[in-house]
């Protein structure tokens, strides 16, 4: 089973990004997914969960209204498009999957983890 994010980058204040995780060995069509992120010298915080049919979704409140999370259950694949980033937002992106159908902002409730792609965002 492998988690496979992608997307990440350098990009300026105020920016876009998209990230992707592709699933592989696995189809987690019926399982709750989230991003999360480790920025330099900090621990690795929740950004974004959605529900196995996308019907249900969570963020932190530092990205409200800014990312966007997504999911195709055809593709096994996870989004998180990115917008107005700041140089805060900058960090490792970890995409996630629990074996479950519901979201969850909890990384304990999560199984299985992407390696991470690492998000830059300059001022």
């Known amino acids: 089973v492998q988690l496979q994010a992608s997307g990440g980058g350098l990009v300026q204040a105020g920016g876009s990004l998209r990230l992707s995780c592709a699933a592989s060995?696995?189809?987690?069509?019926?399982?709750?997914m989230g991003w999360f992120r480790q920025a330099p010298g900090k621990e690795r915080e929740f950004v974004a969960a959605?529900?196995?049919?996308?019907?249900?979704?969570y963020y932190a409140d530092s990205v409200k209204g800014r990312f966007t999370i997504t999911r195709d259950n055809t593709k096994n694949t996870l989004s998180l498009r990115m917008n107005s980033l700041k140089p805060e937002d900058t960090a490792v992106y970890y995409c996630?999957?629990?074996?479950?159908?519901?979201?969850?902002?909890?990384?304990?409730?999560?199984?299985?983890w992407g390696q991470g792609t690492l998000v830059t965002v300059s001022s």
């Open positions: 996630a999957a629990r074996s479950g159908p519901y979201a969850s902002t909890e990384q304990s409730e999560y199984d299985y």
């Open positions: 060995g696995r189809t987690f069509s019926r399982d709750g």
């Open positions: 959605i529900s196995w049919s996308g019907g249900s979704t």
